[in-house]
């Protein structure tokens, strides 16, 4: 906009602080760059404020364009935020938003599911009237049931035919500010275990000084029976460890193309469901992910095709996390643009609405005038910097 208007452009640096690339391109030799921090980016233009200018070239300063040209120089950067925003968006629906799929793995006994109906491999499609296309909509959706204190419908899919029941969420208790201990699953409270295809569990990280380390198991091992029994579905394998705190169970695991036999005994942890209940349950501290029927069938073959299996899972994750990462650059690109359109002075907003001030007026605001507002607006950015530094601070902390 500014080269556009006339202006004569210096520098284009995408992110602040010192240069890490730069090079120069035109009849102006302007330097395009790349600086050390990415949080944004910056035009420098010609103009006398700051350095000498030519009396050849004072037509193109910044600072001697009418008011009109240096308002809308100003507005561009913004502006260009909002439209990058806006085009990150349609990039990301392109993409597609991922989400997980709401169908139900092993329904416990007596749990809400349970009592609603609900069996194992079922997909929900709809809660209190609200269409389920993901777990986020069906966490939202309980949510909202669980303040309400109601019960409500729900609709379920069970091998091809859909089927109603209620979901009672009257003793699901909101989660309350002075909230203390880990994290609260609304989920799991009402039974839902995320279904996951057929497949051998995978051990992918051993917790340190947890019963798992301790008896010896380790990451990239395959479990394939607990006690003599085959279990084919991770979840499944979990609710078994679950149901035995304290107990010793006997873990027949693949390791480098060896079976072995070992023994681990599930630490005690208490766990409260919906209706308040307290039960033990078993924890080993081990994170386990599924290993495919391909890669299982093929075990004779060795590690190699572990190798395969986890390198097309990371294709499948980097979509997904390309469109939450342009969701979120999005948001940023939009929250830059309305931070910069705040009407303080240093940022793009408060030279705004000086700039109106002067098309009012007919002459520009006091030198003295001017620099009050920027050290007043220089304070006020300080101040919301450490609030927010401080903010997070407290979290860590607490």
Known sequence: VARKLGVKVLTYSLGFGPTLWSTRKGPDAIEYRIAAFPLGGYVKMLDEREAPVDPSEQHRAFNSQPVWKRFLIVLAGPVANILLALVLWMMMFMVGVQGVLPKVGVVPADSVLARSGLQDGDLITQVGGQAIHSLSDLRLAVLEGGVAGAKVPIEFEHQGAVNTGTLDLTKLKPLQGNHQGPARDVLREIGYRLWSPKGDALIHKVMAASPAEQAGLKKGDIIEEINGSTYRDPWALITRIEHSPGKPVTLT?????????????????????????????????????????????????????????????????????????????????????????????????????????????????????????????LAFLVSLMALAFYNDISRLLH
Not at 334 to 344: C, D, F, G, T
């Open 253 to 377: 695991v693949l390791r480098d193309g060896r079976t072995e036999q070992i023994t681990v005994t599930p630490k005690t942890e208490t766990s409260t469901n919906v209706d308040g209940k307290t039960t033990s349950v078993g924890r080993i501290g081990a994170q386990l992910g599924l290993v495919p029927d391909a890669v299982a069938r093929a075990k004779a073959d060795g590690i190699q095709m572990l190798v395969v299996a986890i390198a097309e899972y990371a294709g499948q994750s980097l979509v997904i996390g390309f469109s939450t990462f342009l969701g979120f650059m999005a948001l940023v690109s939009l929250s830059l643009a309305i931070m910069n359109l705040l009407p303080i002075p240093l940022l793009d907003g408060g030279h705004l609405v000086l700039y109106v001030v002067e098309a009012l007026r007919g002459k520009p605001a006091e030198a003295a005038l001017e620099a009050v507002a920027t050290k007043i607006g």
